[in-house]
């Protein structure tokens, strides 16, 4: 049973609240600002198969960077969309996101109204977006897509369009947005399902269709395409997501610096070419292919969960986000993920203490941030309920990756011990 944090402001922001209309004027603003802020970047936009198409349609879209929305926005103009956003996307300027018809969710809770606003924005004749990862591609493939998204669109039965970013996160990575590579977009949408499609499949091909429409590997685009990555500064950050050394082992002494990432257990070093690969400084490449290297990653922790010697727990500076005007900072709190138990934070607010447990099968996936801005730059993990989100920075390095593969395989565990007892 949660204990809730003992605020002197009892309320919290009402996501369960259906989206305004966006107007006509909205939408061309929305259109002009993308186009001037796309201004001096190369990119292209195409369409297939929406020869004819309105509204209402659902847009399902991979997640690199903000400059998806610009992008997306040049090719739905002039017709309005609604889109789904995240809870921390609302900070400060939640009167502009309500204004333009967006739709607020905390990530991976179950949010009944959330499926109601879509039924709702495609009832009225809209255009819904949303961005079924819900996060940024930490390693520039398909990340975690979860079956639920296969059953909103059997509800909705209207027609589904992909789209498929290339190139965005190459330009700005999640692990080092900051720093902008000079790198051509491509931008494609394309109608996947009609509404008699969907009325003649099941769920489970409704979300084979999608998981093979919206499939991508952003290094092996870069590869195939000849695209020169040529910044003195592309490896660094990528620390981040290759946490774990393939030679020695070693988990969270990976850095990076300038082109090269290297293990600080046991000193290998690797460079990361211009065309996205990576290659040994001396003796055997691991792995040349960073979603290879990733991929790795995962199976290692599910290994550790398999064998029962994953757990983590760590004193973890806590920011909360229960109303969207500011970040609350709770000061310190115990962050304990366990194989049984799932997520609890233990913390003390005002002189009470309060309690907050999210069991392996409630969260599908984790929201993580790198180097989150809002927060004092460092990394933080989100852990949300449905009325309030707790942001917690790790006090040990480079732990947010890890666990993020953890929930997920926590999750499909779950998952198949519950098929199993049925």
């Known amino acids: 049973m949660d204990i809730e944090v003992n605020y002197k402001n009892k309320k919290r922001y009402k996501t369960a609240k259906y989206p305004m209309h966006q107007g006509l004027f909205w939408t061309w603003l929305i259109w002009l600002l993308s186009k ?24 399902l879209s991979n997640h690199m960077h903000f400059i998806d929305f610009e992008l997306t926005a ?3 103009y002039p017709y309005p969309v609604s889109n789904v956003v995240s809870i921390d996307g609302y900070v400060v300027k939640w009167f502009l996101l309500e204004w ?3 739709i607020a969710t905390r990530k991976f809770t179950t949010d009944i109204h959330l499926v109601k606003s879509i039924r709702h924005v495609l009832k009225r004749g809209d ?41 965005n996160h190459l330009y700005a990575p999640f692990w080092d947005f900051r720093h902008k590579r000079k790198v051509p977009m491509h931008t494609q949408l394309k109608q996947i399902l009609t509404p008699e499609q969907i009325e003649d499949m099941t769920v489970s091909e409704i979300n084979e269709t999608l998981r093979r429409e919206l499939t991508y590997d952003e290094y092996r685009y870069q590869k195939e395409n000849g695209i020169r990555i040529t910044e003195s500064f592309r490896a660094e950050g990528l ?36 065309d996205g ?4 400084l001396s003796g055997e490449t ?13 199976q290692q922790v599910s290994r550790q969960i398999e064998s029962g010697e994953y757990h983590f727990d760590d004193e973890v500076e806590v920011f909360s986000l229960p109303r969207v005007w500011r970040y609350i900072p709770l000061g310190k709190a115990k962050l304990t993920h366990s194989i049984e138990n799932g997520f609890t934070l233990e913390g003390h607010y005002r002189g009470q203490r309060y309690f907050i447990h999210r069991q392996t099968a409630q969260t599908n996936s984790l929201h993580v941030e790198y180097d989150f801005g809002p927060l004092k730059k460092f990394d933080y993990v989100d852990i949300s309920t449905e ?34 007892k049925a």
């Open 100 to 102: 333009i018809g967006a």
């Open 387 to 420: 009325n309030d989100s707790f942001y917690c920075r790790p006090s040990k390095p480079n732990q947010i990756t890890k666990l993020a593969f953890a929930t997920e395989a926590l999750y499909l565990r779950s998952q198949k011990q519950k098929t199993q």
């Open 277 to 280: 690969y990576l290659q040994a």
């Open 36 to 59: 001037i802020a796309l201004m001096g970047k190369k990119y292209k936009v195409e369409t297939i198969g929406m020869d004819g198409l309105k509204p209402p349609y659902m847009l």
């Open 127 to 167: 255009i819904l977006a949303m961005y079924p990862e819900a996060r940024y591609t930490p390693c520039g493939t398909l990340a975690f897509l979860p079956d639920s998204v296969g059953k909103l669109i059997k509800m909705n039965k209207v027609p589904v369009v992909a789209v498929v970013h290339h190139g």
């Open 239 to 274: 620390h981040k997501i290759l946490y774990q050394c393939p030679h020695c082992k070693t988990e969270f002494q990976m850095d990076s610096k300038g082109t090269e990432l290297f293990c600080n257990a046991c000193s290998k070093r690797w460079n990361w070419n211009e």
């Open 286 to 298: 691991e792995f040349d292919h960073i979603p290879d290297w990733f991929a790795w990653e995962r």
């Open 74 to 76: 040049q090719a739905t």
